[in-house]
């Protein structure tokens, strides 16, 4: 079946470093590919997304590239903030039945000012 | 302002004692889904809805309930909690089934049943 695969966390940067959080996936097709984010107490909001092979979502400073050849979809940016600090979900469009999100586990992100 | 509200937020419950978790959005939005999050285990659903009297089982059906009698409304229903569902609930909804489209989450429901 299609799954997610988010590198381990938590995940803690000074400010204004770079960030990188990897996400493989596996899927049948052609999925769409997504950056959820959650805030501490909130619910999930979309980052970002992209639907096609080599497509670039962007969105508050933050890239992510669909990679087929690589089946991959890393979130980056340069320079975080203590406001981001979150907990970051990738996740995937299931293209089996209806609209399903398959997400990775969740990468816990800190960043100290 | 649009959004996806759940009540109540936080429950503590006992074993076998029933509970409704509800959800309700105000987008006009045909789809809905609910979520559990679990530590390590990312959201799994639990059911989603294509439309009103529309509901199907998600990937972890097991001891829930749901109904879609208004577009607006998705009430998640544990006939008889047990403690392996204490966990964080999301409703989610959108505006249609297309595998682009941005789903829009409510703020959580954390269950603990003892």
């Known amino acids: 079946g299609n799954s997610v695969t988010q590198m381990e966390g938590p995940v803690t940067l000074s400010e204004e470093a770079f960030l990188t959080i990897n996400c493989t996936y596996t899927a049948t097709g052609y999925p769409s590919l997504f950056w959820y984010v959650q805030y501490p107490g909130e619910g999930l909001q979309l980052l970002l997304k992209?639907?096609?092979?080599?497509d670039k979502g962007s969105n508050k400073g933050f890239e992510a590239t669909y990679r087929k050849e690589t089946t991959s979809f890393h979130l980056e940016k340069g320079s975080v903030q203590v406001s981001d600090s979150a907990v970051y979900f990738c996740a995937l469009s299931d293209l089996g039945g209806a609209q399903k999100l398959v997400f990775g586990q969740g990468t816990r992100l800190t960043i100290n000012p | 302002e649009a959004q996806v509200t759940q009540n109540p937020r936080y429950l503590i419950t006992v074993t076998g004692k029933k509970l409704t978790v509800t959800c309700s959005q105000n987008m006009n939005h045909e789809y809905m889904s609910w979520y559990r999050q679990d530590p390590g285990l990312g959201l799994r659903q639990i059911y989603y809805?294509?439309?009103?009297?529309?509901?199907d089982k998600g990937d972890v059906p097991e001891g829930y309930k749901v109904s879609r009698k208004e577009k607006r409304n998705f009430p998640l229903i544990l006939e008889s909690p047990s403690p392996n569902q204490t966990s964080l609930y999301f409703c989610?909804?959108?505006?249609?089934?297309?595998?682009?489209?941005?789903?829009?989450f409510g703020p959580g429901t954390r269950l603990t049943v003892t």
């Open positions: 809805s294509m439309n009103v009297e529309v509901t």
């Open positions: 989610a909804s959108s505006l249609s089934t297309g595998v682009w489209d941005e789903q829009y």
């Open positions: 992209a639907t096609k092979a080599d």
